[in-house]
């Protein structure tokens, strides 16, 4: 059985500059699921990606807004298949603010272990 694990990200309050966030992947893994969204009606942007490639995984969707995320699976990743992830690969999450300065960005990656 794969194991499914959830790593939550918020920024709270708003933005005044693009967002940068990595994390090295703890082990092997699939990106199943991304959830994101904001507490206003100023889009943001979402890319995830390897630190090579950082929007290989995920490019330029758009958060939700007024605290309803937006949901991305499958057949939103690059190449309409869940990416796989080596464990130690540098993940970057990054949130374009477009100076609209979103408020209270929250990502949701969900992940299946292998």
């Keep these: ?3 499914i694990f959830t790593m939550p990200f918020h920024v709270p309050g708003a933005l005044s500059a693009n967002i940068n966030i990595r ?21 943001a942007v979402l890319d995830i990606g390897p630190s090579t490639d950082t929007d290989g995984y995920l490019d330029g969707v758009n958060f939700g807004v007024s605290n ?12 309409d298949q869940y990416p796989h992830i080596a464990a ?12 609209s300065h979103s408020n209270d960005p929250t990502v949701v990656l969900t992940f299946a272990e292998g």
């Design 1 to 3: 059985m794969q194991r």
């Design 23 to 43: 994390f090295k992947a703890p082990c092997d893994c699939q990106l199943l699921h991304v959830s994101a969204g904001q507490s206003d009606t100023d889009t």
């Design 88 to 99: 130690g690969t540098i993940v970057v999450i990054t949130i374009t603010d477009h100076a």
């Design 68 to 79: 309803v995320a937006l949901v991305y699976g499958r057949t939103d990743f690059v190449g």
